[in-house]
């Protein structure tokens, strides 16, 4: 099968596995991990952060920052599409007591004028309060979009005069980077605290890494343990992670141009509408008769090429580690046969 559907479907390659089967571990809850804390220190140091606290998912991740944030009351703001509000179960509600503001954005992202329009005066006793700002680079939903850096800079720089902590959701952050060139420090000096996905793109089997202040990963730790993501000898895991930031970080690009061409495939088909314009490792097709949908994704999998619905008349196919040069010739002869 060759596997669109995720960049999360891939495997560990034998040179991740034999770095996992050699990692030196110990308990992690003690500290005591130095595999653990190696990712955490590198992870932090790459983004020019002081801390790293490695996490069970990006899930994880995510809500354990939006916990040191925000207060129950407090209201997060953040696209109407972002993976912290729909894709996480309800978690910014459940674990967190906040409430959501919801930007419809473009393609995911948010501007510096949807932040200053939705900060509510915290002089206003029926209002709650903001206190955080959430965005996510590259977008999921956005299919793969990636932002301005001069937006993100703009909306760092508004939410430092507002003392409003500004936290990215970067499952693909190193989609983004790779992408726009932008040198991680500078990048990661613009927020408060930033998510990273190691089981994405990057291709490690489990984890995601949060980094931030000493004081901000230090209160993370005890939200963590609380969500019970105390891990014990998990350095097995994070081998996989450091593996993939010190090896499967370049390599993105090969995504990002197999990308480009099932985009460039995709919109010569005359059943296809339109194509949401590649940036990243994401493509969604539009299709002209909304209702073939199923009968596209079936046709792919009866040829072995996997793919996901992404809305009504929407497909997504997503590249990875794991799509090789030969799976693309294969796929782009299964789409050219694809008869509706
Ligand atoms: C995948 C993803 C996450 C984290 O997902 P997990 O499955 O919990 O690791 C967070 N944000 C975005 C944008 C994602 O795509």
Redesign the pocket.
């Known amino acids: 099968m060759i596997d669109f559907r995720?960049d999360?479907v891939t495997k560990p390659s034998s040179g991740m596995l034999e770095a996992m089967m050699k990692a030196p571990v110990g308990d992690d809850v003690f500290h005591e991990d130095p595999t653990v804390n190696e990712l955490e220190q590198f992870t932090a140091k790459m983004f020019g952060k002081e801390a790293g606290l490695f996490c069970?998912?990006?899930?994880?991740?995510?809500q354990v920052a939006i916990n040191v944030h925000v207060r129950p009351g407090g209201e997060v703001i953040t696209n109407v599409d972002?993976?912290?509000y729909k894709?996480?179960g309800g978690g910014i509600a459940r674990n967190s007591g906040a409430s959501v503001r919801l930007i419809e954005g473009n393609r995911g992202r948010l501007t510096v004028g949807d932040v200053s329009k939705w900060i509510n005066n915290p002089e206003d006793v029926h209002l709650p309060l903001t206190q955080l700002v959430s965005l996510?680079d590259?977008?999921?939903?956005g299919g793969g979009a990636i932002y301005d850096f001069e937006e993100i800079k703009r909306i760092s720089k508004f939410c430092k005069e507002n003392a409003l902590p500004l936290h990215l959701?970067g499952?693909?952050v190193m989609n983004a980077l790779i992408e726009n060139g932008v040198d991680p420090k500078e990048y990661g000096a613009q927020f408060d605290s930033i998510?990273i996905?190691l089981?994405?793109g990057l291709g490690a089997p489990v984890g995601?890494v949060l980094i931030g202040s000493k004081d901000f990963i230090y209160r993370s730790r005890r939200v963590r343990k609380a969500f019970g993501g105390g891990m014990r000898q998990a350095g097995i895991i994070a081998a996989g992670g450091l593996y993939a930031l010190k090896n499967n970080v370049i390599r993105l690009r090969e995504d990002h141009s197999n990308a480009r061409v099932l985009e460039y495939t995709l919109k010569k088909l005359e059943w296809v509408n339109d194509i949401i314009p590649v940036e990243t490792n994401i493509v969604v097709a539009i299709l002209k008769d909304a209702s073939k949908r199923d009968k596209v994704i079936n046709q792919l999998e009866e040829n072995n090429v996997k793919i996901m619905a992404f809305g009504p008349g929407m497909l997504r196919f997503v590249t990875h580690l794991d799509i090789s040069s030969s799976d693309m010739d294969q796929t782009i002869e299964v789409l050219k046969k694809i008869e509706l």
């Open positions: 995720s999360t069970a998912s990006g899930t994880q991740t995510n972002s993976h912290v894709y996480e996510e590259t977008s999921n939903r959701d499952a693909r998510s996905c089981s994405k995601s």
